[in-house]
């Protein structure tokens, strides 16, 4: 069972990334999916989450408008594309399972089951 972000790097102020985490050994349709973000020195904050059927989506205010998760569970993958990048958004970022909630349930916050390896992204300005 596992969970691996990537598509982090190094981008200018401005730019765009997009995020994958890839789940292996179980399937993600019927788990809402988190993303979250721990910059240097600082503590872990959820940011954004997708409920298993896709009808909910939330964001950090700091990120809304810029960043957008979707998920495509024919290839077990959640997505976070994220625009506009700002120095502020360099962080190791991670997706994680929270426990089961129903499917057009998520929540930014709250207990995780399951933690996903990082990727880190570095915005230059």
């Known amino acids: 069972v596992q969970l691996q972000a990537s598509g982090g790097g190094l981008v200018q102020a401005g730019g765009s990334l997009r995020l994958s985490c890839a789940a292996s050994?179980?399937?993600?349709?019927?788990?809402?999916i988190n993303w979250f973000r721990q910059a240097p020195g600082k503590e872990r904050e959820g940011i954004s989450c997708?409920?298993?059927?896709?009808?909910?989506?939330q964001y950090l205010d700091s990120v809304k408008g810029r960043f957008t998760i979707s998920r495509d569970n024919a290839r077990n993958t959640v997505y976070l594309q994220m625009n506009n990048l700002k120095p502020e958004d360099t962080a190791v970022y991670y997706c994680?399972?929270?426990?089961?909630?129903?499917?057009?349930?998520?929540?930014?916050?709250?207990?995780?089951?399951?933690w996903g390896q990082g990727t880190l992204v570095t915005v230059s300005s």
């Open positions: 994680a399972v929270p426990p089961l909630v129903g499917r057009d349930d998520c929540a930014i916050t709250g207990h995780v089951d399951f």
């Open positions: 050994g179980f399937s993600l349709d019927f788990y809402a």
């Open positions: 997708i409920s298993s059927s896709s009808t909910n989506r």
